[in-house]
């Protein structure tokens, strides 16, 4: 009997797990992230992230091939030993819970700012807390049916920013590479960043019932990423020029204050109660993916407990101190160095050791 048979997700699942992981709190800011380093060049930098994403995962893929029913913390216990095993864990558990705590708090501060001005930060981080212990507490079978009904209530939402375009002034754009190069690489390591979150697969794989789907899989997902990221960088830029756009933090937000209903007098909250829906794929999910790694640390198949420690800790510290907006924004600036080695050069060196590995084990045997 497969070990994770209980927790088997769909192949829709896995897609949208993994493209909910990706799209996360820092879409609201990246046009003007990317405006600021690469200027109208910002999409080309997209289309680089994208490819090293796309990259990165085929290595993931490649390695969890090796061990396709177990995740990649049990794929180094077999190769290496327990406790090769046993500092993946930790290594993933330190490396979620940033990317989740980061994500939580973001979206903090933006019901706070927007939506809930006169309540405190803790009790809307309660508020966030409850409801998402209840998803993760039944793991990615659930998570995966959660993910799925976000997306599909979300879809009319990349519609409705083709609105503004009838001002917008696609002129902007050109020329292409004025600068050369170099602005646009140096725009990458927020791309990074942005597509950070396809190291779930290192975990999700083995829980994927066709497992011969999962390279177009993550596939789609990091095209899907990709679409949204270009779509919203270009109505950005044709739209606020590359010198106006670098004036808004939140340009994904802004930029909807120009569509007007006559049946909705503030449209801009209708979208954010939208993207704090949607922004909860990214750090649900890595809140699972803490208390499943500490878990596999303990060797305890509940994970709950885990999962309520968390939140209590979680909980405690919003009472006492919530970072701001700047001091969130120097968190994203750290944790996209950790995001290099965590998505790219982890599933490079492992590629490596197993290709060894493998050779040398060949050579014994012949």
């Not at 600021?36 to 910002?42: E, F, K, P, Q, R």
């Not at 930790?90 to 708090?105: E, H, S």
């Not at 303990?298 to 800790?313: P, S, V």
Request: proline fraction near 4%.
């Amino acid at each position: 009997m497969k070990p994770y048979a209980f927790k088997e997700i769909t192949f829709m699942q896995f897609v949208f797990i993994s493209f909910g992981a990706q799209v996360s709190f820092g879409l609201l800011s990246l046009p003007q992230e990317l405006a600021n380093h690469a200027g109208t060049d910002s999409w080309m930098s997209i289309l680089l992230g994208w490819i090293c994403s796309l990259g990165a995962s085929f290595m993931m893929i490649h390695i969890m091939k090796k061990s396709p029913n177990g995740t990649l913390f049990d794929l180094l216990r077999s190769y290496v030993g327990r406790w090769a095993g046993s500092a993946a864990a930790v290594i993933f558990a330190c490396w979620t819970l940033a990317y989740g705590y980061v994500g939580i708090v973001r979206i903090v501060l933006y019901t706070e700012v927007w939506l809930l001005p006169q309540t405190p930060g803790y009790i809307i981080m309660l508020l966030l807390l409850v409801p998402a212990y209840y998803i993760a507490r039944h793991g990615f079978r659930i998570l995966g049916r959660y993910v799925e009904f976000v997306v599909i209530i979300s879809l009319w939402i990349p519609f409705a920013y083709l609105l503004p375009l009838k001002d917008a002034h696609p002129l902007s754009l050109l020329p292409v590479l004025k600068e050369g190069w170099g602005p646009v690489l140096s725009a990458l390591r927020i791309t990074f960043l942005s597509f950070s979150g396809t190291e779930i697969v290192f975990i999700l794989y083995p829980m994927l019932q066709k497992k011969q789907l999962a390279t177009i899989g993550i596939v789609i997902s990091n095209t899907l990423t990709m679409l949204v990221f270009l779509l919203i960088t270009l109505i950005c830029l044709v739209y606020y020029g590359p010198d106006e756009l670098t004036e808004y933090n939140e340009p994904v937000i802004n930029v909807l204050k120009t569509i007007e209903f006559k049946f909705v007098e503030r449209i801009e909250v209708l979208f954010i109660a939208f993207y704090l829906l949607f922004f909860s794929l990214s750090w649900i999910s890595s809140m699972y993916m803490t208390v499943y790694s500490t878990s596999w640390i303990f060797e305890q198949k509940d994970h709950r407990i885990h999962l309520r420690i968390l939140c209590f800790i979680i909980g405690v510290v919003a009472f006492f101190y919530i970072p701001s907006f700047n001091q969130s924004d120097y968190m994203e600036k750290f944790m996209s160095m950790f995001a290099i080695g965590i998505d790219y050069a982890l599933p490079a060196i492992l590629l490596i050791y197993l290709g060894i590995h493998q050779h040398f084990r060949w050579r014994k045997n012949e």
